[in-house]
């Protein structure tokens, strides 16, 4: 007893971060056509009564922290309120050599593009066609596996996720929730801005490169609080890997004893199995657990993405499903 009380459960890295974005063809051009990422499943929401597309953008297999999900939620005509207490920004990491690559293929592309630096990191800012907040953030020693068949060539595509951004009006209460029940470590300070990483021992004599394990937290007590429901324009929540199920149930006993009680129950994603909590800032954050195969539970490794998957709750209205959701092309 007293020996599982010392093991805390830890976070590994992201595992996914989830937007509700705008069209569903819009959304799926701009993912796959202009940040050349893979389309690696097609699919709807699970939760509600009402369909809604969710799709999912990665490398070849859709491995942990190279996802990037939404809903596109134009059809449903629900718009969300931007603000504090939401993930304001992700960053999506490229190789520091790519970024002129990236500045050039973007503005060409028609987006405007501003570059920012933070924690001594390069980065390109703009915005999804949606109005959400993108980065592509340049380092060097990222060895993660690129999508190999897009239309920008490996050596200078996207990598996976770098980090997110928070929006807070103020940074204590998230600290708390970070380094207690988040297994996150506070590494540094800039102006508005503090980090915090995961899977990283103090004083750890050679820290393993940080990117794809990031959360940045963000100064901003001028602004009103964001939606928390599904309405285009924010991002809904961001998921992060935890080693197996074992490791989930210890993360939600851990979130409740400490009294972060809104806290769900285990919910079977087809792909992952998932457990939320609504965090003291007011964003949502997933530890989740991969299925054996993960993404290719119901397609073969080459044929990712090349078909629309119902989800098993709208199985028995599947018609009535394909015949309500917009056309996407692909
Ligand atoms: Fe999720």
Known sequence: MLAAMANRPQIRRHHHI??????????YDFHTKVLSLKSVKKTALYDGDVPIYHLYYGNDLGEESTLVTTFPMRQS???????????????????????????????????????????????????????????LVGIADDARKPYSNGEVPAELAIRGTHGIVVSVREHESSNEFMTEAWSGRRVAEDGRFVRYVFGEEAGAAKPAPRTGKIVDFMLEPELPQ?????????????????????????????????????TSERKDRGYFDSIYVRTPAGALFEATVSKPGGMTVDELPDQLGGAFQIPPPFRHRSQELMGYLEPLRY
């Open 18 to 27: 989830t937007l509700c974005s705008g069209g569903a063809q819009e959304d």
């Open 77 to 135: 005509g629900r718009k969300a309120r931007r603000g504090t207490g939401q993930v304001r920004i992700l960053s999506l990491s490229v190789p520091e050599s790519a970024l002129a690559f990236w500045r050039k293929r973007l503005t060409t592309h028609g987006f405007a593009v501003r570059e920012a630096s933070r924690f001594g990191e390069r980065a390109l800012q703009f915005q999804h066609p949606c109005g959400l907040d993108y980065e």
């Open 226 to 262: 964001a939606s928390w429901t599904y309405g285009e324009g924010i991002v809904h929540h961001c998921a992060f890997q935890v080693d197996d199920l074992e490791a989930q149930d210890a993360m939600k006993f851990r979130l409740e004893g400490l009294g972060f009680t809104d």
